[in-house]
């Protein structure tokens, strides 16, 4: 199942990380490890933090993707389902909503 995974740094240890010159080799190391299928990074609320698409087979994933964010920067991580325009055409909205009208 295709989620939005979001990760939610504070400010340390991530500053340390820029200031030692690790940060780099830290994301990468996660990124390699996780394989997002897409990843995207900005701030949000006055904290770093990214957006990722990855792809879950069971709950038994959450960990291995979580894991290296929370071990590595203390981070926060959440998990929302994710649909593509084709997904949410195929969840049929309009028979819901005549079902529960």
């Known amino acids: ?5 979001r990760v939610q740094m504070p400010i340390e240890p991530f500053n340390t990380a820029v ?3 690790t940060v780099a ?3 990468k190391k996660i990124l390699e ?3 997002p299928e897409h990843a995207f ?3 949000e609320g006055g904290k770093r933090g990214g957006v990722l698409i ?11 993707l979580a894991e290296p964010w929370f071990l590595t920067f203390n ?4 998990f929302t389902v994710a649909m593509t325009p084709e997904d949410l055409g195929r969840a049929d909205l309009g028979a819901l909503g005549k079902q529960w009208a």
């Open 1 to 5: 199942m295709r989620m939005m995974m």
């Open 33 to 35: 490890a996780i394989k």
């Open 75 to 78: 981070a926060d991580v959440s």
């Open 54 to 64: 990855v792809n879950i087979d069971s709950p038994s994933d959450v960990p291995r």
């Open 41 to 43: 990074f900005g701030s």
């Open 25 to 27: 080799a830290k994301m």
């Open 19 to 21: 200031k030692d010159g």
